[in-house]
């Protein structure tokens, strides 16, 4: 059961980062919407895993190859969903899975029937232009730097606390924590597709147990919420040194969002 979570990590994140990495926002949009539902898949193992008494991590094996064209990254998706077969479980839940995959199957087919659709691949140039816009070379590196660090961040705290969520009885701590999920899932949105912009997609590195197994509640809120003030700093310093105002007001914006995300914190502390 657990080697099935796994891939259905490893595909999560497959169909996730395509999403990134594709430049037509019909596209995007879609896989996006398909990554969410290969999330719920992972939750729903992992309850299913926890009712039967096993257990499950967020090891991984996958790597993100760098590819050219958009026929390339979906020719590779289908093939990593095909090869999810094998790890269906033989219930009613692996024929959930089994039926969205068949649907986001025959999407992808639709997607490879128009050559139109295969457009020019950027997201892994490393190019690091913003767009049409000239920013400086300072500015450029302390963006990178932000987005390598966040976006690492925000796919930790997605599985941190989705780990957390599935153990808890309490109502409250199961509210926040969905909350949390959801906006680290805007969060690591927002920062992979301006990584994809930049030319520098990168997956996360992979989580260590000790990471996501919480002995200590209260102290891994109170650790948490120093993290959550050192992002807001960071938001800031960004949004004073970018001189671009559109890319100023979303750190602003950001940093308003983490403000909550303490109070959440506190009212489980």
Same mark, same amino acid.
Request: net charge negative.
């Given at each position: 059961?657990?080697?099935?979570?796994?891939?259905?990590?490893?595909?999560?994140?497959?169909?996730?980062? $395509?999403?990134?990495?594709?430049?037509?926002?019909?596209?995007?949009?879609?896989? +996006?919407?398909?990554?969410?539902?290969?999330?719920?898949?992972?939750?729903?193992?992992?309850?299913?895993?926890?009712?039967?008494?096993?257990?499950?991590?967020?090891?991984?094996?996958?790597?993100?190859?760098?590819?050219?064209?958009? @026929?390339?990254?979906?020719?590779?998706?289908?093939?990593?969903?095909? *090869? @999810?077969?094998?790890?269906?479980?033989?219930?009613?839940?692996?024929?959930?899975?089994?039926?969205?995959?068949?649907?986001?199957?025959? +999407?992808?087919?639709?997607?490879?029937?128009?050559?139109?659709?295969?457009?020019?691949?950027?997201?892994?140039?490393?190019?690091? =232009?913003?767009?049409?816009?000239?920013?400086?070379? /300072?500015?450029?590196? *302390?963006?990178?730097?932000?987005?390598?660090?966040? /976006?690492? =961040?925000?796919?930790?705290?997605?599985?941190?606390? $989705?780990?957390?969520?599935?153990?808890?009885?309490?109502?409250?701590?199961?509210?926040?924590?969905?909350?949390?999920?959801?906006?680290?899932?805007?969060?690591?949105?927002?920062?992979?597709?301006?990584?994809?912009?930049?030319?520098?997609?990168?997956?996360?590195?992979?989580?260590?147990?000790?990471? +996501?197994?919480?002995?200590?509640?209260?102290? @891994?809120?109170?650790?948490?919420?120093?993290?959550?003030? $050192?992002? =807001?700093?960071?938001?800031?310093?960004?949004?004073?040194?970018?001189?671009?105002?559109?890319? /100023?007001?979303?750190?602003?914006?950001?940093?308003?969002?983490?403000?909550?995300?303490?109070?959440?914190?506190?009212?489980?502390?």
């Amino acid at each position: 059961m657990n080697k099935t979570y796994q891939k259905k990590h490893e595909l999560w994140l497959s169909t996730l980062f $395509a999403s990134f990495a594709i430049n037509d926002e019909t596209i995007k949009s879609r896989l +996006y919407d398909f990554s969410q539902i290969a999330f719920r898949h992972m939750k729903w193992l992992g309850e299913q895993t926890l009712e039967n008494g096993e257990n499950y991590n967020y090891d991984r094996s996958m790597v993100l190859l760098k590819r050219n064209t958009v @026929f390339e990254i979906i020719e590779a998706l289908k093939n990593e969903i095909k *090869a @999810f077969h094998s790890f269906y479980p033989d219930n009613v839940l692996g024929k959930r899975i089994k039926t969205d995959d068949i649907y986001l199957l025959e +999407y992808l087919s639709e997607v490879l029937s128009k050559e139109e659709n295969n457009k020019e691949i950027t997201a892994f140039n490393m190019q690091r =232009k913003w767009e049409d816009r000239e920013l400086e070379q /300072s500015q450029i590196d *302390a963006l990178t730097l932000f987005l390598f660090d966040e /976006s690492y =961040k925000e796919y930790e705290l997605i599985l941190i606390y $989705a780990y957390m969520q599935a153990r808890t009885k309490n109502i409250l701590q199961f509210n926040v924590f969905q909350d949390l999920v959801d906006e680290s899932h805007f969060h690591l949105k927002s920062f992979g597709n301006m990584m994809a912009k930049l030319g520098i997609l990168a997956l996360p590195r992979e989580l260590h147990e000790m990471t +996501y197994v919480v002995k200590d509640l209260d102290k @891994f809120l109170v650790d948490g919420i120093a993290e959550e003030e $050192a992002a =807001k700093v960071m938001c800031k310093e960004l949004s004073d040194a970018i001189t671009d105002e559109k890319l /100023s007001k979303f750190f602003d914006f950001i940093n308003y969002q983490e403000n909550y995300h303490i109070e959440l914190m506190k009212k489980l502390l």
